[in-house]
T-cell receptor
């Protein structure tokens, strides 16, 4: 596709269940970001992948959160034992790292509701 | 450390100018950006400024950069109700990592 694709667009899960959120970045983009957006907290950085380098996990709020990026392309954000405070919109963005071309392109997000 | 800060809310009257402010911490940042998120939509790049510039103007938008104080601002002239959105400041920090602020929600009152 032409843009960053995230799935599912909406997810309702019961407290304590695990969820997986998927991001398909723009082909050829080496950088991939996960953010969480909530009304009271704004945009929170979660994790950053850049090529084959070790990911920057400094934004992950707890060890229940993990993410991987397979083959330098698709990424999955996993939240284990979900809690109600995990409810938010999870945004993925990708960016080329080629010279001066650094714009980040965002997906539409996955709205996660933990009930 | 890396951090970008901006206030969470701004309210203006239609026709007035809006000024959204941002501070950042990485003095080696090469690019600074403003992204816009309209209601129900994703973030999209609105404008950017290279770090060796002080000002950039694009129609109703004026970006001011004070590199000494690490302060970035976005001025929207003649603000319209259609400008209501969340505006995100971002910097391209070391290692080509883009750091975003939390976003400023702009309310435009008719």
């Amino acid at each position: 596709g032409a843009g960053v694709s995230q799935s599912p667009s909406n997810k309702v899960t019961e407290k304590g269940k695990d969820v997986e959120l998927r991001c398909d970045p723009i082909s050829g983009h080496t950088a991939l970001y996960w953010y969480r957006q909530s009304l009271g907290q704004g945009l929170e950085f979660l994790i950053y992948f850049q090529g084959n380098s070790a990911p920057d996990k400094s934004g992950l709020p707890s060890d229940r959160f993990s993410a991987e990026r397979t083959g330098g392309s698709v990424s999955t954000l996993t939240i284990q034992r979900t809690q109600q405070e995990d409810s938010a919109v999870y945004l993925c963005a990708s960016s080329p790292r080629q010279g001066l071309d650094t714009e980040a392109f965002f997906g539409q997000g996955t709205r996660l509701t933990v009930v | 450390g890396e951090d970008v800060e901006q206030s969470l809310f701004l309210s203006v009257r239609e026709g007035d100018s809006s000024v959204i402010n941002c501070t950042y911490t990485d003095s080696s940042s090469t690019y600074l950006y403003w992204y816009k998120q309209e209601p129900g939509a994703g973030l999209q790049l609105l404008t950017y400024i290279f770090s060796n510039m002080d000002m950039k103007q694009d129609q109703r938008l004026t970006v001011l950069l004070n590199k000494k104080d690490k302060h970035l601002s976005l001025r929207i002239a003649d603000t319209q109700t259609g400008d209501s959105a969340i505006y995100f400041c971002a910097e391209l920090a070391g290692g080509f990592k883009t750091i975003f602020g939390a976003g400023t929600r702009l309310f435009v009152k008719a």
